[in-house]
């Protein structure tokens, strides 16, 4: 079955720097994938879908890449602030299905 | 705001008691989805509905007793719950569940669940 690995410590940047986070996936490639971000507390808030004809996609100061050779989609956030600390959750489609599955998120935390 | 409302935000309930969990969405949304989030691990999906309709239970224990009366809202019945059914329960919408959807979840703020 399909398994989505996102690395579990928690991401320390310093604010000014780019953040990036890393979703690997590990079976079938995905029709498309999805970046979430979730505060404390809060649930999921959806930031950015990227398909898999899309190398990348842009959104101000974020950016996605999705590589379905390296099954691998990496998540950067530019000059970033303390506002942006929260943990980040990648999700995409089940084979089966069109339910998501998603990863355990990393905490990124930017320290000022 | 998300459009996703959750009552209660907190509970705390006996492995005894009965308590219910209520979802509304205001975005005019077909689908929707009931998720368990324990600490450091992924969202577990529980049940779907997809026009009112239940399309998916995933092994969920039968303690957990979804009810979609209509589009807008849906309620977790919960009874003889255990302690590690301690969790943050999220609710979930979509504008509606179909085999090319690229369908985007908007969540409510979920309720925090301890079990005693």
């Known amino acids: 079955s399909q398994k989505i690995e996102q690395n579990s410590e928690a991401l320390n940047i310093q604010e000014g720097k780019t953040a990036t986070l890393t979703c690997n996936y590990t079976n079938y490639s995905p029709a498309y994938l999805q970046w979430y971000r979730q505060d404390p507390g809060r649930g999921p808030v959806f930031l950015l879908l990227i398909r898999e004809n899309e190398k990348e996609k842009r959104k101000e100061r974020l950016k996605v890449t999705f590589d379905t050779t390296l099954k691998q989609s990496l998540f950067h956030i530019t000059a970033s602030q303390p506002a942006d600390s929260a943990t980040y959750l990648c999700?995409?489609?089940?084979?089966?299905?069109?339910?998501?599955?998603w990863g355990a998120g990393t905490k990124l935390i930017i320290k000022p | 705001e998300t459009g996703v409302t959750q009552t209660p935000r907190h509970l705390v309930m006996g492995m005894t008691n009965k308590k219910s969990l209520k979802c509304e969405q205001h975005?005019?949304?077909?689908?929707m989805y009931w998720y368990k989030q324990s600490a450091k691990k992924p969202l577990e999906l529980m049940f779907v509905?997809?026009?009112?309709?239940?399309?998916e239970n995933n092994s969920v224990p039968s303690r957990f007793s979804p009810e979609c009366p209509n589009s807008s809202h849906l309620f977790l019945h919960l009874h003889t719950l255990q302690p590690e059914d301690s969790a943050l329960y999220l609710c979930?919408?979509?504008?509606?569940?179909?085999?090319?959807?690229?369908?985007?979840?908007?969540f409510g703020p979920g309720t925090r669940l301890l079990v005693l």
């Open positions: 979930a919408s979509s504008q509606e569940m179909s085999g090319d959807s690229q369908e985007t979840q908007y």
């Open positions: 999700a995409l489609p089940m084979d089966s299905n069109y339910q998501l599955i």
């Open positions: 509905y997809n026009f009112k309709e239940q399309t």
């Open positions: 975005l005019g949304h077909n689908a």
